[in-house]
């Protein structure tokens, strides 16, 4: 750890831009549908210590369904609300003294109740205001590392660190830096692939757009994200079993993953459902590696109850995790391990990885409807992560491909999939 290093950055400028990106389709999660959502862009002009400059980009999806789901601002004004605080973030990371970005990160997520309340009356949940700092940080990450002309997971050691985990996140793993974890970059990434709760699984389904059956002849996927309403456990397994049904008949080793989006009141409910999965269907219960969030953020199940059904399937914190400080109560409340977001920002992203790892933890990296940049950064960070399900989850080309029609231009291989899998370039000085 030290405490200043040359490749500390001052931001001498930070612009902020908004997209609205609208859905082919509705994306329907938990009864909540999803039709449009904005993708904040941050760009920031930082110089290090060594007087070398460089421009960074950062990028997060402001998806107000998934990280603000309920208040009596409507929508609208909840996106508002949002893109002022992703502005608020990005002015308080001006002209403040040389650092790195995860002290930089450090600082401001600090302020999160604060700023966040100061934008509405209504209060801003603190995962929605990470949101907003996520876009700000990663265009710091890629300022930091492009001035010192390095792929930025190269740097995430004490020579470049002013923060070890130990002062992050637990003093435990004092000593210890994200970049202990990381890997040489995968080339080749597997993508998942999701199936909303009113997508259709055949030609001639009810329900819009192309069948799943129709998107694994095309693309050769072999991971499948299945969003369950979480509303009846058997009417969940049924779904559950269909999809496994139609999966399986392009492929033997289809591997399963199960989203109630909340949906489920608490673990009494998911074990139903696991139950009768597993006695209706006994070779998808055995294909569902991992279940992500099965109850509100904001309940605090019984840890025995929840333990006893990750005994059972992987069960992961999704939702409830908005603060590093949770990690250490991880495995105590039961749960088998994290999801890793992206659009949370590269600083909370490499913290609650390397804390998995170093625990044991179940640990995988999932992503809400990334396109163009927060594409782009999604896979690149999931390439240097040695993960329990080792795929991407690339949702856009399915709900909204226009969003990456940049980015295929730029980088054709990274938005076609071909067997099952995208191709990254090799890395550059940067995040991407």
Same mark, same amino acid.
């Given at each position: 750890?030290?405490?200043?290093?040359?490749? @500390?950055?001052?931001?001498?400028?930070?612009?902020?831009?908004?997209?609205?990106?609208?859905? @082919?389709?509705?994306? *329907?999660?938990?009864?909540?549908?999803?039709?449009?959502?904005?993708?904040?862009?941050?760009?920031?002009?930082?110089?290090?210590?060594?007087?070398?400059?460089?421009?960074?980009?950062?990028?997060?999806?402001?998806?107000?369904?998934?990280?603000?789901?309920?208040?009596?601002?409507?929508?609208?004004?909840? @996106?508002?609300?949002?893109?002022?605080?992703?502005?608020?973030?990005?002015?308080?990371?001006?002209?403040?003294?040389?650092?790195?970005?995860?002290?930089?990160?450090?600082?401001?997520?600090?302020?999160?109740?604060?700023?966040?309340?100061?934008?509405?009356?209504?209060?801003?949940?603190?995962?929605?205001?990470?949101?907003?700092?996520?876009?700000?940080?990663?265009?710091?990450?890629?300022?930091?590392?492009?001035?010192?002309?390095?792929?930025?997971?190269? *740097?995430?050691?004490?020579?470049?660190?002013? $923060?070890?985990?130990?002062?992050?996140?637990?003093?435990?793993?004092?000593?210890?830096?994200?970049?202990?974890?990381?890997?040489?970059?995968?080339?080749?990434?597997?993508?998942?692939?999701?199936?909303?709760?009113?997508?259709?699984?055949?030609?001639?389904?009810?329900?819009?757009?192309?069948?799943?059956?129709?998107?694994?002849?095309?693309?050769?996927?072999?991971?499948?994200?299945?969003?369950?309403?979480?509303?009846?456990?058997?009417?969940?397994?049924?779904?559950?079993?269909?999809?496994?049904?139609?999966?399986?008949?392009?492929?033997?080793?289809?591997?399963?993953?199960?989203?109630?989006?909340?949906?489920?009141?608490?673990?009494?409910?998911?074990?139903? *459902?696991?139950?009768?999965?597993?006695?209706?269907?006994? @070779?998808?219960?055995?294909?569902?590696?991992?279940?992500?969030?099965?109850?509100?953020?904001?309940?605090?199940?019984?840890?025995?109850?929840?333990?006893?059904?990750?005994?059972?399937?992987?069960?992961?914190?999704?939702?409830?995790?908005?603060?590093?400080?949770?990690?250490? $109560?991880?495995?105590?409340?039961?749960?088998?391990?994290?999801?890793?977001?992206?659009?949370?920002?590269?600083?909370?992203?490499?913290?609650?990885?390397?804390?998995?790892?170093?625990?044991?933890?179940?640990?995988?990296?999932?992503?809400?409807?990334?396109?163009?940049?927060?594409?782009?950064?999604?896979?690149?960070?999931?390439?240097?992560?040695?993960?329990?399900?080792?795929?991407?989850?690339?949702?856009?080309?399915?709900?909204?491909?226009?969003?990456?029609?940049?980015?295929?231009?730029?980088?054709?291989?990274?938005?076609?999939?071909?067997?099952?899998?995208?191709?990254?370039?090799?890395?550059?000085?940067?995040?991407?």
């Amino acid at each position: 750890m030290t405490a200043t290093a040359d490749t @500390d950055i001052t931001v001498r400028d930070a612009r902020v831009r908004f997209r609205e990106i609208a859905l @082919d389709q509705p994306f *329907m999660i938990s009864g909540r549908a999803i039709t449009w959502f904005t993708l904040a862009l941050v760009d920031v002009v930082a110089t290090n210590r060594r007087g070398e400059a460089a421009t960074g980009r950062g990028a997060s999806v402001l998806s107000v369904p998934w990280s603000w789901p309920t208040s009596r601002l409507d929508v609208r004004e909840r @996106d508002a609300a949002l893109r002022r605080l992703t502005e608020r973030f990005a002015h308080a990371a001006l002209g403040a003294e040389p650092a790195d970005p995860v002290g930089t990160w450090l600082r401001l997520h600090g302020t999160v109740a604060d700023t966040g309340a100061a934008v509405e009356d209504a209060p801003i949940p603190r995962l929605a205001a990470l949101l907003c700092l996520g876009a700000v940080d990663n265009a710091l990450h890629d300022a930091w590392a492009r001035a010192a002309g390095r792929p930025a997971h190269t *740097m995430y050691t004490s020579d470049h660190l002013a $923060h070890d985990l130990g002062a992050c996140v637990d003093p435990t793993l004092a000593g210890r830096y994200p970049g202990e974890f990381l890997t040489a970059p995968r080339r080749r990434l597997p993508v998942q692939h999701v199936v909303g709760t009113s997508d259709p699984l055949r030609p001639g389904d009810a329900g819009g757009g192309r069948s799943l059956e129709e998107w694994l002849r095309r693309d050769g996927v072999r991971h499948v994200k299945i969003k369950v309403a979480g509303r009846d456990p058997d009417a969940d397994a049924r779904r559950i079993a269909d999809v496994h049904r139609v999966a399986s008949a392009r492929t033997a080793d289809v591997m399963l993953s199960v989203d109630p989006n909340e949906g489920y009141p608490g673990p009494a409910a998911l074990g139903a *459902m696991l139950d009768a999965l597993a006695a209706t269907a006994p @070779d998808a219960f055995q294909a569902v590696a991992f279940v992500e969030q099965p109850w509100p953020r904001d309940s605090s199940p019984d840890p025995a109850a929840v333990r006893e059904q990750s005994r059972r399937r992987p069960v992961l914190m999704d939702e409830s995790l908005h603060d590093p400080a949770q990690l250490r $109560h991880v495995r105590s409340d039961g749960w088998s391990g994290v999801v890793v977001k992206a659009g949370k920002g590269q600083t909370p992203a490499l913290l609650t990885y390397a804390f998995a790892r170093a625990r044991g933890l179940f640990v995988t990296m999932q992503d809400l409807t990334a396109v163009d940049a927060a594409l782009a950064h999604s896979a690149r960070l999931a390439s240097v992560f040695d993960l329990s399900a080792p795929h991407l989850e690339y949702n856009s080309r399915q709900y909204a491909p226009t969003g990456n029609r940049d980015l295929a231009g730029r980088l054709p291989a990274l938005v076609t999939v071909d067997d099952g899998v995208i191709v990254l370039d090799e890395p550059t000085p940067g995040i991407y």
